[in-house]
Nanobody, 124 residues
Framework: VQLQASGGGLVQPGGSLTLSCQAS????????MAWFRQAPEKEREFVAA???????YYVDSVKGRFTISKDNAKNTGYLQMNSLKPEDTAVYYC???????????????????WGQGTLVTVSS
């Protein structure tokens, strides 16, 4: 299984970016997909996740600004990020979790497959 994250870049505060996560080697329609991020000298933190039944959960700091989605037909997940702030600057990782449960987990250790990360820099 390979996850390819893309879409990062440099954006001004208040701007928008959409990250993509392309999965290969696995059909992820029955998986949970999540986005995590890691800022310099900080721990990796949970950002958002979507379960196989469409349930969604966001960390409080991105609620109302970020939108997670996935297109099972394309085996691709997305993170639409609006109203970006400097504190959103980080390397963003997508991850998949194989589970029959619909309960979303926010611990990185619960996820089975990881992408390589894409850097998002929010700066003027």
């Amino acid at each position: 299984v390979q996850l390819q994250a893309s879409g990062g870049g440099l954006v001004q505060p208040g701007g928008s970016l959409t990250l993509s996560c392309q999965a290969s080697g696995r059909t992820f329609s029955r998986d949970h997909m999540a986005w995590f991020r890691q800022a310099p000298e900080k721990e990796r933190e949970f950002v958002a996740a979507i379960s196989w039944d469409g349930s969604i959960y966001y960390v409080d700091s991105v609620k109302g600004r970020f939108t997670i989605s996935k297109d099972n037909a394309k085996n691709t997940g997305y993170l639409q990020m609006n109203s970006l702030k400097p504190e959103d600057t980080a390397v963003y990782y997508c991850a998949l979790r194989q589970t029959i449960s619909s309960i979303i987990r926010i611990s990185s250790g619960q996820y089975d497959y990881w992408g390589q990360g894409t850097l998002v820099t929010v700066s003027s």
